[in-house]
Each structure stands twice: as structure tokens, then as C-alpha cells.
């Protein structure tokens, strides 16, 4: 079969694009199917047998609506039998939603309420022969609780509802936000609003709950081995040195035991300030600025201290069970950071430690 490929300033006839679809038609019919879509995906309507692509509307129904007898003929791949498991037939641990968010209610130690973004995780079991879960029902169970004033029993309320949909035997919410708090400068009088990213979880495991608060402080941290090496060149040498001080974080998580008084947001703010009272501030003039350098003279402090003192002050708190002490000091001297964590309770102990959990302690301010 000859076949002229007409010139490109004219139409082609009618008989030379027969001749042209008998052609494709017949390459086609032998071509492989990666062949034919790397040529054009279109030439799969010439494979013999192939059904003919249907004329689709492209208008967007607006007036269309949806019934119950419609919505049963909706597919459902995700919620399918196990037949449609693919790889390992193993039970998840979890499986959920992550940054969902939306406004939440909390209340303040005193009274008033704060309405604040809400990063929401939620997160089921599933057992090894099911397929998967709908993950909208999370967020439809948790919106059904939003509008109430935020606690652990509002997330227990909102757990309950999505476990039983799903049908699954442990379960996690967790909640993360950044909760201000006004606090006043060192010496001038002046106010100003810090922030705290806090993070209520609520976790089911083998029918037990527990009530756990993570919560991120930012301070200052002098490393006593510098402050005792400039003094002594100021002594010995009557040479000007400054210690090095470093923005530091730690992250406190801890069990909340049943039948105690409530452990308020503000009260574990003030755990940390008691422990290690150089907070980074918010408001200063320059007598707050040298305010904080005697706070912090009279403060030095290595992160193993840090994990220690944290952990006294939490010790000696009876609305507080298991906890994890995470400290992390990001050296003005070294290119590296200073890092400790402290473990008190099964809750807490872990053989491995998630490789991103210390680098995740950095104040973004």
C-alpha cells in the first residue's frame, strides 16, 4: 500500500484520509497498547473491539440532585471488600486524617473563652481484612461536635462517634493549636501576648484512654561552663567575654490523671516557669533587656539540667502521671544542638526515637 502524505498548505481529500484511517487502523489492530498511547491515546477507540467513546456533556449540572436510591449506586472502592486489599494483609494502626482544621472554643483558667485555629488529627485502627475507612466521617463526627465549648469530653465525645462509624477498636484525636497568654515584661511595666503551641491528644488503646498535653516552652539557656570561663578572663586577665546563650526549646508531654482537679493550659506554662524561669520575652525596654541578662546570670543552665528540673517540678504535681521531658539547646557556639529527653512511666518509653521528634523543636516564632 502506497500512501503520499498530502502537502501541508492543502486539505487533504476525502479518499486520502480513508486511505490514512485504514492505515492506523491496521497498525493499530498489531501495535501494543503502550505503542498506541505514546502515538496518541485517541487511537485506542481503532482497536478492534474497542467500544465507541461516548458524547459526554460538558456543561456542569447545577439542577441536578442527589436521592437516596442515587447515592446507593455510588461506588465505594475505598470501603470495598478485602478481595480489593492490595499488599500486605496486615491490620493498620492508624489511619486517619492529619491538619484538618477548624475554629474550637477554649476555656481560660479564669473565665472567658478563646475561639483559635485548630489542627485536628484523627486516627483509627483498621484490621487487616478491611479495605479502608471513610476518612470524611472523622471530620463529619468532629464538626458535629465543634460548635460546643472545647474539652476532653467534647474530643471523647467526637471519638466515640467515629470509632463506632468505623467500626474499629483504638482510636486517637489529637489537637494542636497556639494558645496566648499575656505576659509582663521584667522591669518596665509593659505587657505583651506570648504564644504556646499547645497539643491535646486523646488516646484509645485496648479499651484504655488516656488524657495526655504536649506543650512547647521557648527560653534562654547560658551555659555555665562559658559564664565561668569569662569571668575568669575578666579575673585573671581583666579581658572583656560574654557567655554564649542560646534560644532553647522544650517540649513537656504528660498524662493527666484521672480524678484530679483540671491541669488549665496556664498552669503547665507556670510548671515550666518555676523550673526554668529564663522565658524568652515579648515587650522590653532596656531595663527589661538588662533584667534579662542578671535572669540569666543567675540561671545557668545545661539541657541535662533542663530535663531535670522540668521533670522535679512535674514530679511534684499529683495532676500529673507519665511523662517526656524533650529539651533541645541550639548552640550559639556550636553548629550543632545541645538535646536530652527524660522519660517517667510506660506512657512515654520508647526503644527507637522518631528521627524528625528533636529537629521538630525549633521556635518558628
Not at 482497536?47 to 465505594?76: C, Q
Amino acid at each position: 500500500m502506497n500512501v503520499h502524505t498530502p502537502e501541508i498548505d492543502r486539505k487533504p481529500s476525502l479518499e486520502e484520509a480513508e486511505t490514512a484511517l485504514a492505515l492506523l487502523r491496521q497498525w493499530t489492530g498489531k501495535a501494543q497498547d503502550a505503542e498506541i498511547e505514546a502515538l496518541d491515546p485517541a487511537l485506542l477507540g481503532l482497536v478492534p473491539g474497542a467500544l465507541p467513546y461516548p458524547d459526554l456533556s460538558r456543561d456542569y449540572p447545577r439542577d441536578f440532585g442527589v436521592d437516596e436510591a442515587y447515592r446507593d449506586t455510588l461506588p465505594d472502592l475505598q470501603n470495598g471488600p478485602s478481595s480489593l486489599i492490595r499488599g500486605a494483609n496486615r491490620m493498620i494502626q492508624h489511619v486517619g486524617i492529619s491538619n484538618f482544621r477548624l475554629p474550637i472554643r477554649y476555656r481560660m483558667r479564669g473565665e472567658g473563652e478563646l475561639m483559635l485555629e485548630t489542627s485536628v488529627t484523627g486516627t483509627v485502627s483498621l484490621d487487616a481484612d478491611k479495605k479502608g475507612i471513610n476518612m470524611s466521617r472523622i471530620m463529619r463526627s468532629f464538626y458535629e461536635h465543634s460548635e460546643k465549648t472545647f474539652s476532653f469530653e467534647v474530643i471523647e465525645a467526637a471519638l466515640d462517634d467515629y470509632k463506632s462509624d468505623l467500626e474499629s477498636f483504638d482510636a486517637r484525636i489529637q489537637m494542636r493549636f497556639s494558645f496566648p497568654m499575656q505576659v509582663p515584661s521584667l522591669r518596665s511595666g509593659l505587657k505583651g501576648y506570648q504564644y504556646y503551641d499547645i497539643a491535646l491528644e486523646l488516646v484509645e488503646l485496648n479499651g484504655v484512654r488516656r488524657r495526655i498535653v504536649h506543650l512547647d516552652y521557648v527560653y534562654s539557656s547560658t551555659c555555665p561552663c562559658s559564664l565561668e570561663l569569662s569571668e575568669h578572663a575578666r579575673r585573671t586577665r581583666n579581658q572583656l567575654a560574654t557567655p554564649h546563650s542560646q534560644r532553647s526549646v522544650a517540649r513537656l508531654s504528660v498524662e493527666l490523671r484521672p480524678g484530679q482537679d483540671i491541669l488549665w493550659f496556664e498552669d503547665l506554662v507556670e510548671i515550666c516557669r518555676s523550673a526554668v524561669p529564663t522565658e524568652t520575652q515579648v515587650m522590653v525596654k532596656r531595663e527589661d533587656e538588662q533584667a534579662f541578662a542578671e535572669l540569666n546570670a543567675a540561671n545557668p543552665i545545661f539541657v541535662e539540667d533542663a530535663a531535670r528540673l522540668y521533670a522535679e517540678a512535674l514530679l511534684n504535681d499529683p495532676r500529673i502521671g507519665d511523662f517526656r521531658v524533650l529539651a533541645s539547646h541550639q548552640e550559639s557556639l556550636h553548629s550543632h544542638d545541645a538535646v536530652a529527653v527524660l522519660t517517667e512511666g510506660p506512657t512515654f518509653a520508647a526503644t527507637s526515637l522518631d528521627p524528625m521528634l528533636l529537629p521538630s523543636l525549633i521556635h518558628r516564632g
